[in-house]
């Protein structure tokens, strides 16, 4: 049942994982904008408060302002284990805030009240069930833990309670400016990169539903095998072509991809954009610039730590290298100190420790390995390894689906007939140059049931068209043979041993 | 009902939609809500212009602006816990990618990857250089040697055929057969030699395109034919005959009723362009297909099949105590499953020894017996019994000599 369709399982995960990363990406870089612009806003506000000093009553806003801090403090990490859905946290909201109040007028036996407290933890409960599968026990903590942090900021802000006099207008009018001018930054900056989320969701679905045509169209065709499947056709040129740009992508052919995406209009479906920032690094790497390879970094930071990637070492290697060739010894050490310093892991230490023995030797030095660090293919090297730990980011397989898929063809393909020149076959791949090259280390295909061409005619030998032997020991179909005696007087040529014969010296063959 | 394939899609598609939804619900929101704080803090200051600037802030004002700071306060927050919360929504996309796509590892027929050597490499861009030649993608092509600093071994009068045919199939796609009669009138006797009758099929497809396009263009239709038919007439006369008839039906207005509707589908053309193409690569002696299309039609019917059989092999390894080595499957070099291709991929015959179940080779090649069934050289081997053996299909004894190699 999955033959037809699992092709596209096997062959489209980068296809859509590489957008994903970049949705992923911009859902952080949305967030860390999100909690800086809030933060802001928050921090106006305090000011706003400070001035005009604390109202009496804590109210279920005030509570607002100081879990707004506490929350922007949080990291994303916080929030990898934090599954409840929106619905979930209004209600903690609301119990934190009766938290908050108990807090405010029990003076310090509100967390007690909370977790206790029957009508608080059935809220919980009943929000909980209509979200998801979150255990009640840890939306219990949570609360616990808010309204311990609510508890512990509120008495920080009645601190401010008797403060002083009446706040004049104009210093009021001053801070609510700065506030309603923060709102405006905040409302203009999530507009913007929630939209630029929303763009790459988008790309995500076009080619999620790109790949959808083919798999229904696929399905139809299954089902009813008559069905015409040009569509399908023009699909898998199309596939073809996406394959292609991947590869030449890959291979830092970022031109000639984008050239081929461009003339195909198929761009939105590659990943021409994506590799496109991997090309300004590889090119600055080929200039002998570092500074922008150190950017993709920074950018990249957190996602390079995951995979463990030393690349950003690499290239603070490469900086110290530069200046030590350069005779600035002093400027490499303060450079030294203050990158490769903090490096931790033998690996690491190793690799600094060369650096700094680096220090004792001329730029002319033919020592191991002084000698390789100085060497400029350290360069083409770093640009490799650039290229590889790019791919890891990205979750893209090691090879290109292209190659993946090149092999197993001519795999498929392969009969130790295409290396014969009395058997080749111009339609065939393998047997043509330069992929009969590429296929020679490979496997033959396996073929557990006879599968007969006839040499004459081209036609498949089989029950409608039986094979027969002549006496050269040459087998054709039979309909090919008879066709050329009822032209020929009975008599057949051999095309592989030019004898003639005559029709009735053909024997029949059984194949079973 | 969706099949598997369509299945993976939705379940992506659907979480995919529901980041969408809900992230464009977080923008309207907040979008709205922090405008109506922006409006209220703008009333309040207005209010506040009509105080002078030294008056001192009143009690109920105060309780306002401290109201309505906070409610924008908690506003600006809630936006950003919002949002944070969507974090498991985007990473579900991500984990549905994983769970519905596999990745393709190294290919599975080697376990460091043949295509990382440089020469493979090179010649991998030969591949592709030519495929884009194939395609017409001329200045493409160039700039892939250009990256690549690698000059294409290439035929150089390659490119010029291969422009001119994709020009001529453009062409036919555009229902021109102009460029075609051109290149056909240049090689007739060679095409005549293959047994062709491309020339006569292009010249009925001009013909009845003038006599379809109506009665204005009838007089240039008959005299399209008296040039162009009385050469065929030694082999076409029948369907000379039939064209001429067309005529009087179409000027009659009841060709749908003729029996000559067939000629007038637009299914025509798609053949004859089949046939151009077909016929012009056997001329050239160049493949009909890019080789590297047909390659990668068969490559991904294969992977999928090949990354399963190797997964269950490797599996199936684990359980073993003593792992067999090397890239080979089963040590004969040949891949462990049958891929079944269509009979476009067909290009050699292949003979099976059913004995066996093993290809024949120059080694141990195909032998038909004295009862006139197949079986290999080392099958025959198997079943010596002293100076005999019998056939295993119909028992006829024999022995050795009476057995004669064949070649399919």
Known sequence: ?512 | MAYYGTWICLAVEMEVDNVTRRLDSIRSDSSEELQQHQLKLNDIMCLLKHQSDDDELDDVNIENISAAVKEAVACADGISTQHRLQHINVSKVGKAIDKNFSQVGVGPLSEDGFFKDEKDKRALVEVIGDHLLREGKLGIGEKMCEESGQKPKLNTSLPDVFLQLNGILKALNARDVNPALNWVGENREALLKQGSTLEFQLHRLAFLTLVKNGDSLQADAMVYGRANFPRFAKLHEKEIQGLMTALLYFSTGSMKSSPYTHWFNEKCWDDIRDQFAREASALLAVPIESPLETCCSAGCVALPILLEVSRAMAQARQGQSQAPQGNTWNGRNELPVEIKLDKDFHFHSIFSCPILRQQTSEANPPMRLNCGHVISKDAIQKLMRGQRFKCPYCTGAQNLQEAKQINF
Request: charged content about 25%; glycine content about 6%.
């Open chain 1, 1 to 512: 049942m999955t033959t037809i369709s699992t092709d596209v399982k096997t062959l489209e995960h980068s296809t859509l994982k590489v957008p994903y990363e970049v949705l992923n990406k911009r859902f952080r870089t949305a967030q860390k904008i999100l909690d800086r612009e809030a933060a802001y806003v928050a921090q106006a506000g305090s000011e706003v408060e400070k001035l005009i000093g604390e109202v009496p009553i804590p109210s279920r806003s005030s509570m607002g302002v100081l879990s707004g801090f506490g929350s922007s403090s949080r990291s994303m990490d916080d929030c990898d284990s934090n599954t409840e859905g929106p619905i979930l946290v209004e209600s903690s909201i609301n119990v934190q805030s009766i938290a908050a109040l108990l807090a405010g007028v029990k003076d310090g036996s509100g967390e007690q009240m909370v977790c206790d407290s029957p009508q608080g933890s059935s809220v919980i409960r009943g929000e909980n069930e209509m979200e998801a599968d979150e255990p009640v026990i840890s939306s219990n903590n949570r609360v616990a833990s808010l309204s311990k942090r609510s508890m512990s900021d509120n008495g920080h802000g009645l601190k401010f309670e008797h403060s002083r006099n009446k706040p004049k207008v104009k210093d009021v009018a001053k801070l609510l400016g700065v506030l309603v001018e923060r709102l405006g930054s905040l409302k203009r900056k999530a507009g913007d990169s929630i939209q630029e989320e929303l763009d790459a969701a988008n790309t995500v679905r076009k080619r999620v539903q790109h790949l959808k045509s083919y798999t229904v169209q696929a399905d139809a065709v299954q089902a009813s095998p008559s069905q015409s499947n040009v569509v399908q056709k023009s699909w898998k040129r199309s596939r073809l072509n996406r394959m292609l740009i991947d590869h030449l992508l890959r291979e830092g052919m970022y031109d000639t991809a984008r050239m081929l995406a461009d003339d195909l209009g198929i761009k939105e479906l590659t990943n021409v954009d994506v590799f496109w920032a991997a090309k300004e690094v590889e090119e600055s790497l080929k200039r002998h610039e570092t500074g922008r390879m150190v950017q993709w970094c920074y950018e990249n930071k957190s996602k390079l730590r995951k995979i463990r990637s030393t690349l950003e070492l690499e290239i603070r290697v490469q900086e110290f290298i530069e200046l030590v060739r350069h005779g600035r010894r002093n400027e490499a050490v303060k450079h030294a100190r203050k990158y490769l310093a903090d490096s931790e892991g033998e690996e690491y230490i190793s690799a600094v420790k060369k650096c700094m023995g680096l220090l004792a030797f001329p730029v002319s030095t033919s020592l191991s390995p002084y000698a390789e660090l100085f060497s400029p293919d350290r360069w083409n090297q770093l640009i490799a390894h650039f290229r590889q730990e790019h791919a890891r980011l990205y979750q893209l397989a090691p090879n290109s689906v292209l190659e993946a898929v090149v092999q197993a063809g001519l795999a498929a393909l392969k009969t130790p007939q295409c290396y014969r020149t009395d058997t080749k076959n111009t339609n065939c791949p393998v047997c043509t140059d330069p992929l009969s090259a590429l296929a020679l280390h490979l496997p033959y295909a396996h073929c557990a049931h006879s599968q007969l061409v006839c040499a004459i005619s081209g036609e498949p030998i089989n029950e409608n068209n039986p094979p027969l032997v002549l006496p050269s020991s040459f087998v054709y179909g039979s309909n090919a043979l008879q066709e050329m005696a009822k032209n020929n007087s009975g008599k057949v040529i051999c095309p592989r041993s030019n004898k003639v014969f005559s029709v009735t010296e053909a024997e029949k063959v059984y194949v079973m």
